[in-house]
C-alpha cells in the first residue's frame, strides 16, 4: 500500500504561482511512476502530468506545457507540481497518483493504471 497526502493548494490571482507537493508513505515509493490528474466541477479527471521512478522523464498536458512542471525528490518521498503563469480554467480539485506496476518504463496518461490516489487538495484560480 501507498498512502498519498497533498498540500499546497489554495487560492490565487491569474497570473500567479503555487507548487503542489505530495507525500508518499507505505511501499517504496521511489519505484513508481507518479502523476497529477486534475478534476474541475462537472468534468471528467484529467491527466495533467507524469514523473518516471527515477525522475528522469516527465510528461505534462499541452494546456499546461511551459507553465507546469513535475519534479520529485525521492528521498523525501515527495513529489511535486509547480504551477505558474495560472488561469481561471486552471480552477480544479488536484489529486496525486501512484502506479500500481514496479518501475514502469513507459509514462501513463490514463487514470486506470494508477493504484493509489490522494484525497485531493483545491486550487482556485480567480481572474
Known amino acids: 500500500q501507498v498512502q498519498l497526502v497533498e498540500s499546497g493548494g489554495g487560492l490565487v490571482q491569474a497570473g500567479g504561482s503555487l507548487r503542489l507537493s505530495c507525500a508518499a508513505s507505505g511501499r517504496i515509493f521511489s519505484n513508481y511512476v507518479a502523476g497529477w490528474f486534475r478534476q474541475a466541477p462537472g468534468k471528467e479527471r484529467e491527466f495533467v502530468a507524469a514523473?518516471?521512478?527515477?525522475?528522469?522523464?516527465?510528461e505534462v498536458v499541452d494546456s499546461v506545457k511551459g507553465r507546469f512542471t513535475i519534479s520529485r525528490d525521492n528521498a523525501k518521498n515527495t513529489v511535486y507540481l509547480q504551477m505558474n503563469s495560472l488561469k481561471p480554467e486552471d480552477t480544479a480539485i488536484y489529486y496525486c497518483?501512484?502506479?500500481?506496476?514496479?518501475?514502469?518504463?513507459?509514462?501513463?496518461?490514463?487514470?486506470?493504471?494508477?493504484?493509489?490516489w490522494g484525497q485531493g487538495t483545491q486550487v482556485t484560480v480567480s481572474s
Open positions: 497518483a501512484a502506479d500500481g506496476y514496479l518501475r514502469r518504463t513507459t509514462l501513463v496518461r490514463s487514470a486506470g493504471p494508477y493504484a493509489y
Open positions: 514523473i518516471s521512478w527515477s525522475g528522469g522523464s516527465m
